[in-house]
């Protein structure tokens, strides 16, 4: 496990600036589709809304931090664990509640008020839970690691296209709604770009790395959903919210955890190992997921079935 302190993934010349404008494409992208609506549940169910916001901005960096106590990671794997948990939702957690029959409008909701708050907060959530974990702390002070350097250029693309999209979505309407598929589509292509170069590139020391990571992902994973579960009961959300919740805080966007490390943190390996893996995991998971939430529906309706 040595080797994943000391590997570290570089795409190429001049790949910082194409990942940094993925990155902003993506936020003003996402930017673009956010309406009034998609923030109701603020108002209309404000203690569902709230567990799901605080079980994913807070919570789940706690219930990280507490994993790295207790499973004593090496620190750039601590590192990823740490930044994927500060990343906000995914965008794919709205496609599995919706074949888990969940509650989508607050899956959408959820996901949007995360993305919003990830300008302004992930950088500094960073910053703060690697401080607080003492082997990935004294790591970033190994490789010099600029705390005001990161929080401004992290701030800055992430803060400044997502404001640039809501104003465009609020004062030119019909413009962000025709461009946003295709921004979607471009930034998406870029960050797919961007992983199947690094799998190529690496793919031998992804293998061997990954292969000692797994349990520590899955786990960490699990432990995400479990939370979003318990966020749920804690408030009393019935069955479709309830769903929604588990998926959205179980489900990270790990693709913006991918390039913030490759732009920002220099492509520490263990922690580009984790983010890489979870990117992968979560979605094999959260199907596994949906296909037990769903089972539970059709065995449910059985039992109402009159017997012959």
């Not at 567990?51 to 931090?65: C, H, K, R």
């Not at 690094?198 to 292969?211: E, H, K, P, T």
């Not at 983010?275 to 089972?295: C, D, E, K, N, Q």
Request: proline residues 4%.
């Amino acid at each position: 496990m040595d080797q994943l302190n000391s590997f570290q993934l570089k795409l190429g010349d001049g790949s910082e600036i194409g990942m940094a404008l993925t990155l902003a494409l993506m936020m003003f992208s996402v930017a673009l589709g956010l309406r009034a609506e998609h923030f109701r549940f603020f108002k209309t169910q404000p203690s569902i809304f709230f567990a799901g916001l605080l079980a994913q901005l807070l919570a789940l960096p706690i219930l990280t931090l507490g994993l790295c106590y207790l499973l004593a990671p090496t620190p750039s794997v601590a590192l990823g664990m740490i930044l994927i948990a500060c990343c906000p939702g995914g965008n794919v957690s709205n496609l599995l509640v919706l074949l888990a029959r969940g509650n989508i409008a607050l899956s959408i909701s959820l996901t949007a008020s995360s993305s919003m708050a990830a300008a302004f907060v992930t950088p500094i959530s960073i910053v703060f839970w690697c401080s607080m974990y003492a082997p990935t702390a004294n790591l970033l002070t190994e490789v010099n690691f600029d705390t005001v350097e990161f929080l401004r250029q992290t701030s800055l693309i992430l803060a400044v296209p997502l404001i640039c999209g809501v104003l465009v979505s609020a004062f030119l309407p019909a413009l962000a709604k025709r461009i946003q598929a295709p921004l979607v589509l471009l930034s998406s292509l870029g960050l797919v770009a961007i992983i199947v170069i690094a799998c190529i590139r690496y793919v031998d020391q992804f293998f061997i790395l990954g292969v000692g990571l797994i349990g520590i992902v899955a786990l960490h994973n699990a432990c995400a959903f479990l939370l979003g579960y318990l966020a749920a009961k804690t408030v009393h959300a019935n069955i479709p919210s309830t769903r929604a919740l588990t998926i959205e805080v179980g489900i990270q966007n790990s693709g913006l955890g991918i390039v913030i490390l490759l732009t920002q943190l220099g492509g520490m390996g263990g922690a580009a190992a984790v983010a890489g893996l979870w990117g992968v995991w979560h979605i094999i998971a959260g199907l596994l997921l949906v296909s037990l939430f769903r089972s539970r529906r059709v065995l449910s309706g059985m039992k109402k079935l009159p017997a012959d």
